[in-house]
Nanobody, 120 residues
Framework: VQLQASGGGLVQPGGFLRLPCAAS????????MGWYRQAPGNERELVAT???????NYADSVKGRFTISRDNAKNTVYLQMNSLKPEDTAVYYC???????????????WGQGTLVTVSS
């Protein structure tokens, strides 16, 4: 199983970006999807999560600005980021908890990261 994140780039403060992350390979089901970020010198932190029941959860710093969603048919999770601020600058990582085949336990997978830079 591989996770491919994309959509990062340079954006001005107040701008927006949409990050998709698609899972490929042997996938039976995906329980949990999420986005995390890591700024230079900081630890990786949770941004948003969306489990299979669609009950989303957000870090306080992004509530009202970011929206996480998932497309189960495409094994893809999205992060819509609006009203971006310089402090949102970080490498963004997607995360999924995946069962590869029926009867096997779930395992955690990470994408390679995509850089988001918010600067004028």
């Amino acid at each position: 199983v591989q996770l491919q994140a994309s959509g990062g780039g340079l954006v001005q403060p107040g701008g927006f970006l949409r990050l998709p992350c698609a899972a490929s390979g042997s996938i039976f089901s995906i329980n949990f999807m999420g986005w995390y970020r890591q700024a230079p010198g900081n630890e990786r932190e949770l941004v948003a999560t969306i489990p299979s029941n669609q009950r989303t959860n957000y870090a306080d710093s992004v509530k009202g600005r970011f929206t996480i969603s998932r497309d189960n048919a495409k094994n893809t999770v999205y992060l819509q980021m609006n009203s971006l601020k310089p402090e949102d600058t970080a490498v963004y990582y997607c995360n999924m908890i995946i069962r590869k085949t029926a009867g096997r336990p779930f395992s955690t997978y990470w994408g390679q990261g995509t850089l988001v830079t918010v600067s004028s």
